[in-house]
């Protein structure tokens, strides 16, 4: 079986994510990543929490906070909420951790003795007010390209151009609010990516076919507009220094390195964290150094966050002339909107993940989320949308099935599986449909297609809705009850096939499906074809017990208050 490195774009540090930062990276890179598991693969699920940069002394400052301090408890709570969301990484780190200090350094070192790194003076933003310069997101004004009148000085959230801080229209600062800003020279240090672009390009060339069309599409026009040489460091008090033993005069005027440069070797720095935890049976080099034909890399991230990914952190590590491991694929998605217009962090709109886990259980976001993910274009969370969803697919397909299958064999055959006859033409046509099922719903997985393989998992659920209703136990018994035991049993045998295959999408449901049967040696990881086919894995004469209700309804009441409380569309026109 092949190994697995998977890691998804970090989320920053700045306050609770939304749902659309959930369904755009760490969400579908764990629905993945247990499926691969599953299969029989070595997986490794990496992430961290980003966190240097601007927004992070700005979040502190808000706070009153020391900035150290500040992304310590911010990284507890995020990682508190992915907990309650069931995200099952090996390892979540934290960006501000000693290794990626070490490591970022010691890439920062390589690149410049190998000619990519070179100091130049610059003319920088200074604040006349606040006494200082302004890094690039300390800037805010309109964006040139699209109008929108809160874009920083490094990108618009909106168009997601990437921009220059003299870019922007009536600029102001986003400590003090003044205009009072200038334009002084000042140094920096520059990531020669003009110098790396053929080789990037060629990199490109070999991996993008395997991409999603829209993360290779970004990627492409890209470097089509050509690969500028970009400034890797920051005037802040907050980041990975740059190392006095190489740079001693920017080292002098505290100079840290770029988020957007450290961030992704994070990547490689949260795996040492992870190995160093225990270095005795980890070893994080096995899987970013030399292991290019041992390890399928892919990366899960927002379509805003493709251009850092596919060009900036591989020129990088091409620069840098060691064996690193380069990414395989990369999925990305376009965006989750509320009621048509965008979640946003700063503004607050849109459901937040700790509010989506105070009102329902973490099956109901993570089935929605993946059975609507973004992927060929953007899509829009409605209340209604989502109680639709819920309602139909979750309560009434599979939570029904599950609960009137065992509460009815209880209540007519006790609390063991029945036997009854052996399967007949039903049974094996129900095998044939839903082997094939699970064939198509395999492949989606494989592909990384997120609502095609929901799609496909919901056709299996509702197959064996519609070979209960076909056979009708509750009329069969009347005359048959042979036949009904059959039937229960050849249901009961479907709902522990849900049970492990569901896993990677509803975990906490299909471990109290699978926990039903008194099944001491079930020690399955997937189902076969043949397994299948045969529905069998759940003898007569084995103990059950009937689970409390999988997924609850979500009423008219409901709905009105969820939409009174985070506010949404017309529901008229809804």
């Known amino acids: 079986m092949a190994r697995h490195l998977i890691t998804s774009a970090l989320p920053y540090i700045n306050g609770i994510k939304h749902l659309g930062n959930m369904v755009g990276s760490m969400l579908p890179a764990d629905v993945y990543s247990r499926y ?48 309650g969301f069931q995200l099952a990484f090996d390892h979540f780190g934290r ?10 350094q010691e ?65 102001r600062s986003a400590i003090s609010g003044s205009s009072d800003l200038e334009v002084r020279e000042t140094k920096h240090l520059f990531l020669l990516q003009s110098k790396l672009a ?40 907050w980041g990975v220094p740059v190392p006095a033993d190489t740079w001693p005069e920017l080292a002098a005027e505290n100079k840290v390195f770029y988020v957007w440069f450290d961030a992704p070797i994070e990547y490689i720095g949260s795996t040492k964290e992870w190995s160093d935890q225990d270095p005795d049976h980890r070893d994080w080099r ?17 379509k805003d966050n493709v251009p850092f990914h596919s060009i900036m952190f591989p020129a990088t590590q091409l620069g840098t002339r060691s064996p690193w491991k380069r990414v395989d694929v990369i999925k990305a998605f376009n965006w989750l909107n509320y009621y048509g217009s965008k979640f946003s962090t700063s503004q607050r709109r849109g459901v937040f993940t700790h509010d989506a886990l105070e009102i329902l259980p973490a099956d109901y976001w993570r089935y ?15 209340w209604e949308h989502f109680t639709a969803t819920v309602n139909k697919d979750l309560a009434d397909t ?31 046509k129900l095998g044939e449909e839903i082997a094939r099922l699970l064939a198509e719903y395999e492949g989606h997985m494989e592909t990384i297609q997120f609502r095609k393989a929901a799609a496909a998992l919901r056709a299996l659920w509702s197959a064996g809705n ?19 035991a059959l039937t229960l049993r050849t249901a009961m045998n479907l709902i522990h096939l849900y049970a492990v295959i569901s896993e990677p999408f509803i975990p906490a449901s299909a471990k109290a499906m699978r926990e039903a049967f008194a099944l001491t040696d079930d020690t399955a990881r997937w189902v076969t074809a043949e397994e299948a086919k045969a529905l069998a894995s759940v003898p007569a004469g084995t103990a059950f017990t009937v689970p409390p209700v999988l997924f609850a309804k979500i009423t008219d009441e409901d709905l009105a208050a969820y939409r009174e409380r985070f506010g949404g569309g017309d529901p008229a026109a809804a």
Request: net charge negative; with cysteine; proline share 4%.
């Open 368 to 382: 929605f989320m993946m059975a609507n993910a973004p992927e060929s274009d953007d899509t829009s969370f409605t």
């Open 198 to 237: 053929g080789e990037v390009e060629s990199w490109l060339d070999e991996r993008a076919d395997n991409w999603p069309v829209l993360a290779s599409s970004i990627a492409r026009k890209w470097l089509t507009e050509g690969l500028h040489d970009r400034a890797i460091t920051r005037d802040l008090d």
């Open 286 to 302: 096995s899987w970013w150094w030399k292991s290019e034909g041992d390890v399928h890399y892919t990366q899960f991230m927002g």
């Open 466 to 484: 519609s070979y209960l209703e076909e056979k009708a136990p509750w009329l069969e018994i009347k005359t048959d009850e042979e036949g009904a």
């Open 36 to 83: 691969l598991r599953q299969r029989g693969h070595d997986v490794l699920y990496i992430c961290a929490t980003d966190e240097h940069g601007t927004p992070a002394e700005l979040a502190a400052k808000e706070a009153g906070v020391p900035v150290a301090e500040f992304c310590a408890q911010a990284h507890d709570a995020q990682k508190a909420i992915y907990d």
């Open 95 to 104: 960006s501000s951790s000693p290794q990626n200090r070490e490591i970022t």
């Open 398 to 428: 599979l939570g029904n099935f599950v609960n009137r299958v065992l509460s009815f064999s209880r209540k007519r055959f006790g609390d063991a599986v029945p036997a009854g006859r052996a399967a007949g033409e039903a049974e094996a």
């Open 107 to 171: 890439i920062a070192r390589e690149l410049k003795a190998n000619g990519f790194i070179e100091e130049r003076a610059i003319r920088q933003v200074y604040s006349n007010t606040d006494g200082r310069f302004l890094p690039d997101r300390y800037i805010v004004g309109i964006c040139p390209h699209c109008g929108y009148d809160k874009a920083r000085g490094d990108q618009c959230e909106n168009c997601t151009r990437v921009l220059d801080p003299t870019d922007l229209i009536n600029p």
